[in-house]
C-alpha cells in the first residue's frame, strides 16, 4: 500500500541558511500534520492543513511556514536555520470522509535535518 | 492542559508478555493511540481506542483503557525481538487536531 513520502530524507545545513521539506500524503488523504522530533524527545506538533487551509497551528517558530497545495502535498519552509532545528521531521496525513473525522494519522519515514 | 506520560524503559525475554503503560491527563482525550518507533524509522500506527470502550484486540496487542483513572496500557504476547522499539502513546480530542504524544517507552526485549 502506498505510504506517506517525504523527500529529501536527509538534509545538512548551515546556520542562517533555508531548507524547505516535502511531504506527499498517501492517495485520498486531504489533511496533513507536521511533527518534528529532537534527540531523545517525543514529537511535538508544529502545523496541520486540511483542504489546503491551516487547521491547527502548534508550537511552530514564526521562522517556519508551511502550507498545502492543490495537489495535497505540503511544504515546510525554514529560513535562518539554529543549532536547535537540527531534528527528525515527520509529516503525516489521514483523510476526512465529508464532515466526518479521521481517527488514523499515517506517518511518512522522516527527514533527518542536520544544521551546522 | 495536556500531559502524557511513560516510563522510560521495559526489558522483557522472547515469548514473555509485555506491559507499557501510560497515564494521560486530559479529561477530554477522546482518542487513544499506540505508535512504534524503530531506530532512525518513522512512526508506525499499531492500534488505537475510542474513549467509550475499555478495551481492544489486535492479535497479539491488547489495549486497556481506564477513563476513570486516566491510564492506558498496551499488552505484546509472546513478545518478539523484533517488538524492540520505541513505543509512545498519544491522545487527541477530535479527529482533525494534532497528536499529542508520551514520552515514550523503549522496550528491549531478549533472546
Known amino acids: 500500500a502506498a505510504g506517506v513520502i517525504q523527500s529529501p530524507r536527509h538534509l545538512i545545513k548551515e546556520k542562517r541558511e533555508t531548507a524547505t521539506l516535502k511531504c506527499y500524503p498517501i492517495?485520498?488523504?486531504?489533511?496533513v500534520y507536521w511533527y518534528q522530533q529532537g534527540p531523545g524527545q517525543d514529537p511535538q506538533f508544529l502545523i496541520s492543513?486540511?483542504?489546503?487551509?491551516?487547521?491547527d497551528k502548534g508550537s511552530i517558530p514564526d521562522r517556519f511556514s508551511a502550507q498545502q497545495f492543490s495537489d495535497y502535498h505540503s511544504e515546510l519552509n525554514m529560513s535562518s536555520l539554529e543549532l536547535g532545528d537540527s531534528a527528525l521531521y515527520f509529516c503525516?496525513?489521514?483523510?476526512?470522509?465529508?464532515?466526518?473525522?479521521?481517527?488514523?494519522?499515517?506517518f511518512g519515514p522522516g527527514t533527518r535535518l542536520t544544521v551546522t | 492542559g495536556e500531559d502524557v506520560e511513560q516510563s522510560l524503559f521495559l526489558s522483557v525475554r522472547e515469548g514473555d508478555s509485555s506491559v507499557i503503560n501510560c497515564t494521560y491527563t486530559?479529561?477530554?482525550?477522546?482518542?487513544l493511540y499506540w505508535y512504534k518507533q524503530e531506530p532512525g524509522a518513522g512512526l508506525q500506527l499499531l492500534t488505537y481506542?475510542?474513549?467509550?470502550?475499555d478495551m481492544k484486540q489486535d492479535q497479539r496487542l491488547t489495549v486497556l483503557l481506564n477513563k476513570k483513572d486516566k491510564h492506558l496500557s498496551l499488552r505484546i504476547a509472546d513478545t518478539q525481538t523484533g517488538d524492540s522499539a520505541i513505543y509512545f502513546c498519544?491522545?487527541?480530542?477530535?479527529?482533525?487536531?494534532?497528536?499529542?504524544f508520551g514520552t515514550g517507552t523503549r522496550l528491549l526485549v531478549s533472546p
Open positions: 503525516a496525513s489521514s483523510f476526512s470522509l465529508g464532515q466526518l473525522n479521521s481517527y488514523e494519522q499515517y
Open positions: 481506542i475510542f474513549s467509550n470502550m
Open positions: 492517495p485520498r488523504h486531504d489533511t
Open positions: 492543513f486540511y483542504e489546503k487551509m491551516q487547521s
Open positions: 486530559d479529561s477530554s482525550s477522546t482518542y
Open positions: 498519544a491522545e487527541t480530542n477530535t479527529g482533525f487536531q494534532k497528536l499529542v
